[in-house]
């Protein structure tokens, strides 16, 4: 009797399992338009802000999707491989990386000189001191969700962020804009497009028990005033 009962329950963990779809969709910044045509130059135009760096909102990548929260059908996740950043060029590569919460990440240096890998965030602080290869210090474990800001304590312009999430259902979009996330349970999550530079995008979402469901995401400041 124990072995029918368990039985039928590997098959209705099965059909579960094959009960999910895909997301896939686009994410993509939009800034606001020049002002033209108003006849006089703007306090914008003026020699004190005149070469402050702007965001070019066309110009961003590094988007993030993925389900908000840890949902009630959230499987257990499998091994987490060490997930790596690479300091090269003195540059963090990636400079955006989503992981599941529990993941570690190794920080090789690449450089002839040494670099040094901090964070202050709430959810992770840690310090790797001075090093570079081939001194490799242990990986960082990442055990809480958020977001943790990472730097170099000598180059000011090294940068990066891991974004530690509570499910394994995000991706990082590619070159063009696009993200497909795969094996997502059916049902109704809301879903977050997220970069680091602008405000993000929340939407709600109906995942299929198979098949795709498409999802676009816009990201920018609404109603900003005019200039």
Known sequence: MS????AITL???????????????TVRAEGKPEVSGEGKPGKYDSRKFKFVGRVNSAELSDFVVFVEG?????PAPPAKPIQ????????????????VVGTAVEWPNKDDIFHNVFSMSDAA??????????ELPKPVIFDKPGRVDVF?????????VILVLENPWFARTDNEGHYRIEKV????YKMKAWHERVP???REVIVPAEGEVKIDFVLGIKGLPKY
Not at 152 to 160: A, L
Request: with cysteine; proline share 8%; net charge positive.
């Open 152 to 160: 170099c304590s000598i180059h000011s312009k090294m940068s990066c």
């Open 185 to 188: 349970p059916t049902g109704t």
């Open 125 to 134: 602080q840690f310090d790797l001191g001075l090093y570079k290869d081939p």
């Open 70 to 74: 840890k949902p009630r059908n959230t």
């Open 200 to 202: 993000a995008d929340i």
């Open 84 to 99: 790596v950043i690479t300091q090269r060029d003195a540059t963090f590569r990636p400079h955006v990386l989503p992981v």
């Open 11 to 25: 098959v209705l963990l099965s059909v579960c399992a094959a009960r999910a779809g895909t997301i896939i969709g």
């Open 3 to 6: 072995t029918r009962i368990l």
